[in-house]
């Protein structure tokens, strides 16, 4: 979400210089430039298939129930600022239902005290841990529901990671859609679990911060959100993908995204909303907009959209492509009743999917203000009363933030530094990342700075620190419990100083960052997205500094994403490197976990360090294209992001997706596939049912006037109408003009199911088991310590990755022991998606497994004996 002013002035700001009339040269003459999004209606309604049957069938009875008004509350947001959450609908008081509360962010509860800073997702990830993942959600999922908070606003799934510098990336996981398939799945039934609705975001596409939202750019003028252009294959193959394991594993929301795809926006996009999304994917629950990504009215509820936040146009307009215009439409007969039916369904069905109706706590904070009492609707200063009761949400779970973290560090190098003993006779601290921001952890408004150590970015993923360990209070209590000696210089341009006692310490230890956030802030001039993938102040320059006089210097990176590491990683007084993500509240204690050897870092990269940006494929869109309203951003790369795209290339990173190291060391032995029968894959065929309509509506316009009794609180938004004259009542000077809605988008009529689709995350056959491979590891070093195995899989085609990621497991290994490694191998995972028959099919190529420790450094495979699903 963001601020209008601010985000325009932030463009003003960044791109204060004159745009050249260029056309960005990788979009110039692409066959997906100016690609079109074909229709696609009705939208389709929830059946209650897969294990939705239950809270279906409580939803409709509840939804039944409810007057036309009432469904529209449920649907429309009630306007920014006007409620204790980032977006709140409007309340049932006649059935005692309190308004729904939205509240970010996918790493903790925003905008609310005596909460937790959980590590990153793009963090996380590295762990490759399911129980880590689950447990992060259900943790962050305990906090919100403690909070008051019905839907999450989380987690991140879009971006990707297509381009490393994307500014959000690290709110998501890992540009692996396999790795972040399972990340995401995970994370919803963690949150879900705790009583909590996830709400996976962005849909899709949302792969970069410039220009995703329009806007009025100095010197240029208007420039329209971007359209990101992207093939069927890709779609399926690459960004879909972690969006079906999030379906299958329950969201019970969605967020559709500010950017355009194929030049649709993307709430009012029917084919990835109707078609793909609810239809392909089989999605039960509901969609939500990102705030302010609604364009319009009856087209987006045509296009599958079932409740718009924070429910106003734009941010405290008073007026709503919802509420008042919802209730007309449905009135005039453009919508058919049996959509808002849907949309409030879906939002019910949700709601009991994940037990509210037993966990449904009252919002007990409010995001605008940390004042104990004050006003409710802080923009309409009316509600004056308790907001805030402080209300600690916490339990124990910092101890599973610093297990998490720790778990989360990645050891890239390591000539022997590693682990120290604590008895170093002088440890030298370096860097601005090493200490405190002089502001405080929070003094940063959504943590829109990089003053001091780097442990969450910036924007609205984020929440605010109960408090910040810092890697220098953490490793100087090491230092000085052993009676050592330590120095600290945390001016990253005291140059003096630096080499002063760079040249004296037995180790030194710097620590650098990178930092990245929502194109509503602009740090240092990079607008969300990052501009260069260096580290930040002069990270590079201090290294040096430290490593030219100390010949045991340990680089440590907090950071979004890749660094560029060329300038020091080669250098032989650099004995140490550790990538430690975005690791939360309890970094000190983590990072100092792993130096002294508490832990053994047993992470691996998310991604491929490389040694330049172009490496990674094309580039961010940084400037508006002449000759199009909206930038056409055309992924002409494919499905060839991160690793796939080093490998097609021939590009050697300096440390591969998957890479990492331990204190000990494992080998690999034994791989063994099993073949399981599954028999053939069937596409579904078939109608659906009829649409539903739960209950009548009143013709009398009556009954649709502004109660009396009413007074409206600032810029809140109602579902009444101000006069019986629909005219009037919709303040829209366009209205009743003659649209031809698109055909079919009234049909409520059984209609066909689609082959590839079936239950929540698509065909359900797609996860029949094909293989189980198994493989046996050993610890052949001296210390305990976890082994990510990692299963690559070779499809075989011309147009396939070389390898891509299809197996993983975290095992736990004590020295000489031997363990199993088991992963399945499941139809989709040896399917391709062919466009012409609109399913996944086995091709005929060859294809082979590699199972080993990263993604370059494979020990052992076998060939998978497809022939009998073969076409
Ligand atoms: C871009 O080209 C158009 C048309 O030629 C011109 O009107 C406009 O001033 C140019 N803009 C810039 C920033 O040069
Ligand atoms: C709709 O929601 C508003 C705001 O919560 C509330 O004041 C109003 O009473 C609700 N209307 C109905 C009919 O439930
Ligand atoms: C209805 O929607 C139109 C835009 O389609 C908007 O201009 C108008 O203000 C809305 N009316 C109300 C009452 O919110
Ligand atoms: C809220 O939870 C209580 C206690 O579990 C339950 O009795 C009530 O029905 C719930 N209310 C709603 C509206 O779901
Ligand atoms: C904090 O960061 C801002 C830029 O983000 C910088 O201008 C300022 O000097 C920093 N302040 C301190 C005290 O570190
Ligand atoms: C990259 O960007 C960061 C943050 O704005 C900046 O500190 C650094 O100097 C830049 N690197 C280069 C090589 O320009
Ligand atoms: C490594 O450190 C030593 C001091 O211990 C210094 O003399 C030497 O120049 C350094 N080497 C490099 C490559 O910086
Ligand atoms: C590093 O420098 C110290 C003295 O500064 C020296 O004792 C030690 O042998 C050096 N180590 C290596 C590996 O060069
Ligand atoms: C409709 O009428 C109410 C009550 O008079 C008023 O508060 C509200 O602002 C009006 N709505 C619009 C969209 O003007
Ligand atoms: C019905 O109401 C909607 C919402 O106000 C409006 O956009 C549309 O033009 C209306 N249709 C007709 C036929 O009056």
């Not at 006692?501 to 001039?525: C, H, K, M, P, R």
């Not at 100390?550 to 907090?558: A, E, G, L, P, R």
């Not at 992963?823 to 609109?838: C, F, G, K, M, P």
Request: aromatic share 12%; glycine share 10%; net charge negative.
């Amino acid at each position: 979400m963001q601020r209008l002013a601010q985000a325009l002035l932030a463009i003003g700001l960044v791109q204060a210089q004159s745009y050249p009339n260029t056309t960005n040269p990788t979009n110039s003459s692409s066959p997906l430039n100016d690609a079109q999004s074909p229709p696609f209606y009705p939208s389709p309604w929830i059946e209650g298939t897969g294990d939705w049957a239950e809270a279906y069938a409580k939803a409709q009875a509840f939804v039944r129930q409810l007057t036309l008004i009432e469904k529209v509350n449920l649907t429309t947001g009630t306007g920014w600022q006007s409620d204790n959450c980032v977006g709140n609908v409007g309340e049932i008081p006649r059935l005692g239902f309190k308004a729904l509360c939205m509240q970010d962010s996918p790493l903790g509860v925003r905008f609310a005290d005596y909460v937790s800073a959980f590590p990153a997702g793009g963090s996380v990830a590295a762990s490759w841990d399911r129980g880590e993942f689950y447990r992060r959600g259900y943790e962050m999922g305990s906090e919100h529901r403690d909070k008051g908070v019905d839907v999450q606003l989380g987690p991140a799934v879009g971006p990707l990671g297509r381009n490393p510098k994307g500014g959000r990336n690290w709110e998501g996981f890992s540009p692996d859609p396999y790795l972040t398939g399972h990340a995401v799945a995970e994370t919803v039934r963690g949150i879900q679990d705790a009583g909590v609705i996830a709400c996976t975001k962005h849909y899709i596409y949302n792969e970069q911060e410039h220009f995703r939202q329009p806007g009025n750019f100095e010197d240029f003028g208007f420039v329209d959100a971007i359209s990101s252009n992207v093939d069927d294959k890709t779609l399926h193959e690459l960004y879909l993908w972690p969006f079906a394991d999030a379906v299958r594993a329950g969201t019970g929301a969605i967020m559709c995204s500010y950017n355009k795809a194929n030049n649709s926006q993307l709430c009012q996009n029917s084919y990835l909303q109707n078609y793909i999304l609810k239809g392909e994917l089989g999605f039960q629950g509901f969609i939500m907009s990102d705030w302010q990504a609604q364009h319009s009215g009856v087209s987006s509820a045509q296009a599958g959209l079932d409740m718009t936040m924070p429910g106003d146009t734009v941010f405290n307009s008073g007026f709503s492509y919802w509420g008042t215009n919802l209730t007309i439409s449905v009135l005039n007969g453009t919508l058919p009743q049996w959509r808002l039916d849907d949309a409030a369904t879906r939002i019910m069905a949700a709601y009991y999917y994940v037990g509210r109706d037993r966990d449904n706590v009252t919002t007990n904070f409010n995001s605008w203000t940390r004042d104990t009492y004050s006003y409710r609707n802080y923009y309409g200063k009316a509600d004056y009363e308790l907001v805030n009761q402080h209300i600690d949400v916490r339990a124990e779970h910092f101890r599973s933030i610093r297990t998490s973290a720790a778990k989360s560090t990645v050891l890239l190098k390591n000539n022997g530094a590693l682990p120290l003993t604590g008895h170093e006779k002088w440890t030298g601290v370096f860097g601005n990342d090493a200490g405190e921001n002089l502001y405080g952890p929070n003094g940063c408004a959504d943590r829109g700075c990089d003053n001091g150590t780097l442990a969450m970015g910036w924007g609205s993923g984020t929440s605010d620190f109960p408090y910040l360990i810092t890697p220098l209070e953490a490793i100087k209590r090491v230092v000085t419990d052993n009676g050592r000696a330590l120095g600290s210089v945390l001016d990253n341009y005291a140059y003096a100083q630096i080499q002063a006692l760079a040249a004296q310490v037995s180790v030194a230890i710097v620590f650098v960052n990178a930092d990245s956030g929502e194109g509503y802030i602009t740090v240092d001039g990079n607008f969300g997205d990052r501009n260069n993938l260096t580290a930040w102040g002069s990270g590079d320059a201090l290294i040096k500094n430290v490593s030219s006089l100390c010949n045991n210097t340990i680089v440590v990176i907090h950071s979004v994403g890749p660094v560029l590491v060329n300038s020091f990683y080669d250098s032989e007084n650099v004995t140490a490197i550790l990538w430690a993500g975005l690791p939360g509240q309890e970094s000190g204690n983590a990072i100092a976990d792993v130096l002294y050897g508490r832990v053994n870092p047993g992470a691996k990269l998310p991604f491929t360090i490389g040694t330049s940006e172009e490496e990674y494929g094309p580039d961010l869109i940084y400037e508006p294209i002449a000759g199009h309203d909206s930038p056409q951003d055309n992924f002409e790369e494919g499905i060839f992001i991160d690793y796939r795209a080093f490998d097609k290339k021939n590009i050697t990173p300096v440390y591969e997706f998957g890479f990492g190291l331990s204190y000990t060391t494992f080998s690999y032995s034994n791989v063994s596939v099993q073949k399981v029968n599954a028999g053939p894959y069937v596409p579904t065929t078939g109608l659906t049912t009829a649409a539903p309509t739960l209950g009548n509506f009143s013709r009398d316009l009556n009954d649709y006037q502004w109660p009396s009794d009413l007074t409206r609180e600032g810029t809140f938004i109602y579902p009444y109408l101000n006069s019986t004259n629909l005219t009037e009542a919709s303040f829209d000077p366009q209205y009743g003009l003659n649209y031809s809605w698109p055909a079919g988008s009234s049909d409520g009529s059984p209609q066909a199911r689609i082959a590839a689709g079936g239950a929540p995350g698509g065909n359900p056959q797609l996860w029949d088991v094909l293989f189980t491979v198994t493989a046996s590891i050993t610890n052949n070093g001296t210390l305990p310590g976890d082994e990510v195995v990692q299963l690559y899989l070779s499809l075989g085609g011309p147009e396939d990755p070389a390898i891509q990621l299809r197996g993983f497991d975290r095992l736990s290994i004590q020295p000489n022991e031997t363990v199993t490694f088991t992963t399945d191998i499941l139809r989709r995972d040896v399917s391709n998606w062919e466009v012409e028959s609109q399913n996944w099919v086995i091709s005929k190529y060859p294809k082979k497994i590699y199972i080993g420790a990263s993604s370059r450094k494979l020990y052992l495979e076998a060939d998978l004996d497809l022939s009998e699903y073969q076409s």
